[in-house]
């Protein structure tokens, strides 16, 4: 399907949500719950999911294929398939108001221009028959009212800010005649064109090579902090985030297991899981020795394990992991593990 970054499906939507804020986060997302009604069984892709931003902010969103990191996000943004998905419980509060229960003309309108996403797969995402140009200044007549020739000098400006080199020359090339790269270098113009509040990446960089995932990663940072934009950074790789976020929420299984400040997730994760995660970085300092991997696969959301999800690849698995689903303990003001035994896991002691 061809998506593009933030795409809205209203006509001409002046601005939207602008209350005040008080003490409510810019995004709060409250024990969301997503299901999908499957030929074998109901698969429970988010089990009671809550996390918040503020303006500004970044939050990791970190996990690795089917925790529901991304059905997340498209709950959020409003573009999952319903059906089969079903979101049964919970809340996503934008500036107050839960977007949950606006009509979907309603939610149309926050989409893209409130709040947009940048997509992983820059080349399904972009339409492939129209120059870059036409799909970026399409943002600015659809929404903003622009004549053609104004909506095309924002289209290059658009294009000069995110570092497309010659601008001016290549506004009118198609997708295709552009490197992976910069072509998601095009899908985030277009995604911060009508200036969100939030800009949701989900693996911006994962069909790139490293030296490209680095100067995109550069981009969206700089982005966010000329525009105080909030981000939700959505990835498996634990390495990239380190000096983008300002905090991480780890997720297993559909459901959050760690929640802490970033440098906290470095320094000493709380849930083994999330520990995991940090020693399968690959580091300099290791050279030669094997890169440590966690055991087993993800669960099969249609037949999870009892108790912790985690137990079955879990290094620090006791009887009780087998039995009791741990609650998200309170570790601190800003940190929760999802494990009956984070005291040991951050002491050191644990197994
Ligand atoms: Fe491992 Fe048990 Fe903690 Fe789950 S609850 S992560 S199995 S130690």
Not at 8 to 16: A, W
Not at 99 to 120: W, Y
Not at 263 to 272: E, F, G, L, S
């Amino acid at each position: 399907m061809n998506r593009p970054a933030g795409a809205v499906d209203t006509h001409l939507s002046p601005s939207l949500f602008s209350g005040s804020l008080g003490t409510e986060p810019l995004l709060a997302v409250d024990n969301l719950h997503v299901e999908f009604t499957t030929r074998q069984g109901v698969a429970r892709a988010v089990n009671g999911v809550s996390y918040s931003l503020d303006a500004g902010e970044t939050l990791a969103v970190l996990g690795e294929s089917g925790s529901g990191k991304s059905v997340t996000a498209q709950a959020i943004m409003g573009i999952l398939d319903m059906p089969p998905a079903r979101i049964p419980k919970g809340e996503i509060r934008f500036r107050g108001t839960d977007l949950l229960k606006l009509s979907e003309s309603a939610r149309s309108q926050i989409r893209g221009q409130q709040i947009a996403m940048v997509f992983q797969d820059a080349l399904s995402a972009l339409n492939p028959v129209f120059t870059v140009g036409w799909q970026i200044a399409e943002m600015f007549r659809v929404h903003r009212g622009m004549g053609r020739k104004a909506a095309y000098a924002k289209a290059i400006e658009l294009m000069e800010r995110v570092r497309i080199p010659a601008a001016k020359q290549r506004v009118n090339d198609y997708p295709h005649q552009f490197s992976g790269g910069m072509r998601q270098r095009i899908m985030i113009a277009m995604s911060i064109a009508l200036d969100p509040e939030i800009l949701i990446a989900d693996e911006p960089t994962t069909a790139l090579d490293v030296t490209v995932q680095a100067q995109i990663m550069e981009l969206l940072a700089e982005l966010q902090r000329e525009s105080n934009m909030a981000m939700i950074l959505i990835t498996h790789d634990l390495g990239v985030v380190a000096d983008v976020a300002d905090k991480i929420a780890v997720m297993y299984a559909g459901r959050i297991v760690e929640n802490a400040p970033v440098h906290d997730v470095y320094k000493n994760p709380a849930h083994p899981y999330a520990k995991g995660l940090l020693e399968s970085i690959p580091r300099v300092d290791l050279k030669g020795q094997e890169l440590y991997a966690i055991k087993g696969l993800p669960p099969n959301l249609l037949d999870m394990p009892t108790g912790c999800a985690f137990h079955p690849r879990c290094p620090y698995k006791q009887d009780e992991c087998v039995t009791e689903v741990p609650p998200l303990h309170q570790i601190s003001g800003t940190r929760s593990s999802a494990c009956h035994y984070w005291r040991e896991v951050l002491d050191g002691t644990a197994g």
